[in-house]
């Protein structure tokens, strides 16, 4: 979600901190700190008794995570189960009974040993690997408490919970029913706690810098901005609760649009697909409410700690989401590596990632890793309507390379008598020279323009960068010309046209996208329903 720093709440005497909004939302309540308890640890008269005290807690936090687990569905089961597994890792608690043996309490070895881990993941590149830090602190502290016997104090109801971070686990034991949000000094908008909040509607703002006094006043959580007020009166808590009401009234009307076909308000018919980045994604949302899957990330495979996923892996990811979508279109993009998105272990260092060995770049430079991917997807291909794309392409030679490696695995399976199917092979249109001069690409099954990247492109302004995000603007008339030559195009030569960047899902943006002449979007599932009444309010 993008962080926007402007508000229409007029700056007062509250005190104001801006950060960004990691799941849109309006609360308003009493600020609750959390912290942890602050129970001490006893410790225990022999080193035999402090390694007992030390697996009995990890058996104690394991069961509270079950008992979570047994009442969770999507994705919090899969992070409480990957925390589940972490608690049963003989790697965590091998080094602390180590240290326990070696003279060390049980609390203290426990913290060490986890401490280490959390450091390496914390400075990781990718922001999914500094996201999973969280769920490590997490199950540190499960078992601090465990040995201490603390339980953290309940929070009052519609709270504003504040904090350098939230655990998942804190988040899955609260009950959000009486509204609330959350405010965090640092935390991250790719966390695990971040998609709960988007998927349960609870709005929450991560990287505030300063955490607000506990105290009477009440807060305003204004997630939809980043912004949260303290103490604030008079035309401020106006302006901020007319806010509060005109979102919850467009997400009211939005919902009503969610589960017909998306038309505008003359009656034209456009497309809207949904953009997903796990298998599991698909889990939450209702095929019914969608024409398919427009874009389907692979990076979050090859992001793991586990290594590059092998063909097995990839299938069955593959095939989960085309079983799901029941015959409507399952648009899969081959690994997107680089720039924005580095993968340990495959991409490679360079002064500017964004201009380097990325995309369709880094895939035709490792054949033998591109290849497994292409095997996975030939052989998903026969359990339903698969598309597939190539991502960051500027030259047709590069079409033309990654289809006949396409052809030749499809051959190769062929041969070996393995079932597959060769679907249509299509190309992101995101690098400028395919948008300016796109008659090369003419062999191509389909077009889906990456937004995102097209915009930084077009603009040379990075989609990740704050100081510059006025100029990041799809709306610019430079990208828009683009988008309608590239329509246009697609027109003339019977090309399908789709655009899956995040404007794509951008109510504001979305009446320029169809004027330009695109009838085909894909969009986050959380923009879906809006994504839906935009399109039924503009006029083509
Ligand atoms: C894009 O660039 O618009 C796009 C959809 O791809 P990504 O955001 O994954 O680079
Ligand atoms: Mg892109």
New binding site residues.
């Given amino acids: 979600m993008p962080g926007l720093r402007s508000t229409d709440i007029p700056a007062g005497r509250a005190l104001r901190l801006e950060g960004i909004a990691a799941s849109a939302g309006y609360a308003e309540g009493p600020i609750f700190r959390l912290g942890h308890g602050g129970a001490r640890y006893e410790r225990r008269a022999s080193a035999a008794l402090e390694a007992e005290a030390l697996t009995q807690a990890i058996d104690t936090a394991s069961a509270r995570l079950a008992e979570l687990a047994g009442s969770t569905t999507g994705e919090a089961a899969d992070m409480l189960e990957f925390q589940l597994a972490m608690l049963a890792d003989d790697s965590l608690s091998g080094p602390a009974l180590a240290a326990i043996a070696a003279g060390a309490a049980a609390d203290a070895a426990w913290s060490d040993a986890l401490g280490g881990e959390i450091a390496g993941y914390e400075v990781a590149e990718d922001e999914y690997f500094r996201a999973r830090a969280a769920d490590l602190k997490d199950i540190r502290q499960q078992v601090l408490d465990a040995l201490t016997s603390a339980d953290e104090a309940h929070a009052p109801a519609g709270a504003i919970l504040t904090g350098e971070d939230i655990a998942p686990t804190r988040f899955l034991a609260t009950d959000w029913s009486q509204g609330g949000g959350i405010a965090l000094t640092k935390g991250s908008s790719a966390s695990h706690v971040a998609m709960l909040a988007r998927s349960r509607g609870v709005p929450m703002v991560v990287g505030l810098g300063e955490e607000p006094a506990e105290g009477n006043a009440t807060a305003l959580l204004d997630a939809e901005h980043g912004v949260l007020l303290i103490g604030a009166g008079g035309g401020e808590a106006d302006a901020f609760r007319r806010a509060a009401h005109a979102f919850a009234t467009r997400r009211r009307l939005a919902e009503s649009h969610l589960r017909g076909p998306a038309k505008t308000a003359d009656g034209t018919p456009v497309r809207v697909q949904v953009?997903i980045a796990d298998p599991a994604d698909v889990e939450t949302i209702d095929i019914a409410t969608c024409d398919g899957v427009g874009?389907m990330?692979t990076?979050f495979l090859f992001g793991k700690a586990s290594g590059l996923p092998d063909e097995e892996t990839q299938y069955l990811a593959y095939r989960r989401v085309l079983e799901w979508a029941a015959g409507k279109p399952v648009t899969i993009?081959t690994v997107?590596a680089g720039?924005?998105?580095p993968v340990p272990g495959f991409t490679v260092e360079e002064s500017n990632p964004f201009l380097g060995l990325r995309?369709i770049r880094l895939s035709l430079a490792r054949p033998e890793i591109f290849r497994v991917q292409i095997r996975a997807l030939l052989r998903a291909a026969t359990h339903g309507n698969l598309k597939v794309m190539f991502?960051?392409v500027a030259v047709a030679e590069e079409y033309r390379r990654a289809a006949a490696l396409f052809a030749g695995e499809a051959a190769a399976l062929a041969a070996a008598r393995v079932a597959h199917r060769e679907p249509p092979l299509g190309i992101?249109v995101?690098v400028p020279s395919v948008a300016v001069a796109p008659e090369p690409f003419a062999g191509a099954a389909f077009f889906?323009?990456?937004?995102?990247?097209?915009?930084?492109y077009v603009m040379a302004a990075a989609?990740d960068n704050a100081s510059v995000a006025a100029l990041n603007a799809v709306t610019n008339p430079a990208v828009l010309k683009l988008i309608a030559d590239v329509a246009a195009f697609g027109r003339e030569r019977a090309i399908p046209v789709s655009?899956?960047?995040?404007?794509g899902g951008d109510p504001a943006a979305i009446p320029h996208l169809l004027m330009a002449g695109l009838r085909d979007l894909?969009v986050v599932p959380a923009q879906l329903a809006l994504a839906k009444a935009a399109i039924a309010e503009a006029t083509v």
């Avoid at 889906?448 to 930084?456: E, P, W, Y």
Wanted: aromatic share 0%.
């Fill in positions: 953009n874009l990330r990076e993009r997107d720039g924005d998105k995309g991502p960051m992101m995101e889906s323009i990456g937004s995102n990247d097209l915009t930084q989609r655009l899956c960047g995040d404007a894909s």
